[in-house]
């Protein structure tokens, strides 16, 4: 894992299991483990490129892996909130 928000992100998605939608939360953990990996991935080549191009090109993957946990994170946000929220009787 790349860092501790993602660390929390995944906590977080775990902590809702059982009161929302398994499938929901399934491609979620999926989506954050891959912008994940590709973070960290991305990460180290950057650190390790010779080429300035190089460098560029994954600074600008990672900042796109940013954007997509940050999305993921506000996709948590609601499902918590949804969550938090009793239904109201039918």
Known sequence: MSD???DQLFKRLEDLRGQVDEAKLDALEKRLDEADRSLAYHTQQA???HSPDLR???LE???KRRGEI???AAEVDELERR???PDPPR
Request: glycine residues 0%; without cysteine.
């Open 61 to 63: 993957i990672i900042e």
């Open 4 to 6: 501790k928000f993602d």
């Open 56 to 58: 560029i090109a994954n």
């Open 70 to 72: 940050a999305a993921i």
């Open 47 to 49: 650190a390790e490129a």
């Open 83 to 85: 969550a938090a929220v």
